[in-house]
């Protein structure tokens, strides 16, 4: 991926980048590693070339398979709360998509486990993260309702589709104090949830931040 295909041009540019970034503090995002590592990455590189001009607007776009990229602002707040608590050696994001999360995760924590369950979303979102030489990512296709138990257990997991209720193992896999975000709910209502363990009993915290719109969580597997 060369120089000018990274820094965009007109409509991607870093000027429209700014704009973002302003947007998002003006809607209270506050942490300036987050903000950073939004600036700096290519988001128009995520999205086919038709939309990469809306690239920079906090919106959610279409990615194919009835999937999105999520809107700017709620990958930047999910970030922020995930890494409230402090550093983050390993993080399990649930729901691969673009790789566009988790390309933000790969750069604010030591490592990121990622599943998605549709192949050619996949497919694409390694070959991305090659590209952008990202090599602290590991990416499965799997069906995300269970988690990644091979390499468990994670400081935080942040889960980028809606199951209606917490999936248990998900909980089982948190380390001691580790964190999970998710949006709970159906197609009509979600909130966006954290969980957080009480150090290594099987007691979690709960909290309710705000209301959310998330593709639903489906198991099972697509090629």
């Known amino acids: 991926m060369n120089s000018i295909e ?8 870093q000027r429209t980048r700014e704009r973002l970034i302003q947007r998002l503090i003006d809607q209270g995002i506050s ?13 128009h590189i995520f999205l086919d070339e038709a939309l990469s001009h809306r690239a920079y607007e906090d919106t959610a776009l279409p990615i194919g398979f009835s999937q999105t990229l999520s809107q700017p602002y709620i990958v930047a707040r999910m970030t922020e709360i995930l890494l409230s608590s402090g550093p983050l050696k390993k993080v399990l994001e649930i729901g691969t998509g673009s790789g566009y999360q988790t390309t933000i995760l790969s750069q604010l ?37 269970f988690g990644w138990d091979k390499h468990a257990p994670y400081d935080g997991i942040i889960t980028t589709a809606a199951p209606q209720a917490v999936p248990e193992d998900l909980l089982r896999q948190l380390a001691p104090d580790g964190i999970l975000v998710i949006p709970i709910g159906n197609g009509i209502s979600q909130d966006l949830r954290v969980f957080r363990r009480q150090g290594d009993s099987a007691e979690f915290d709960e909290e ?6 998330f593709v639903p969580l489906l198991g099972g597997l697509s090629r």
């Open 208 to 213: 309710i931040v705000e209301k959310v719109k």
């Open 109 to 145: 924590v030591g490592g990121v486990c990622t599943v998605e369950r549709i192949e050619p979303l996949l497919r694409k979102a390694r070959e991305r993260f090659r590209k952008l030489r990202l090599s602290n990512i590991t990416a499965e296709l799997s069906d995300g309702s």
């Open 31 to 43: 942490s300036q590693p987050v903000l950073d590592v939004i600036r700096m990455t290519p988001r």
């Open 6 to 13: 990274l820094a965009g041009i007109g409509m991607t540019s």
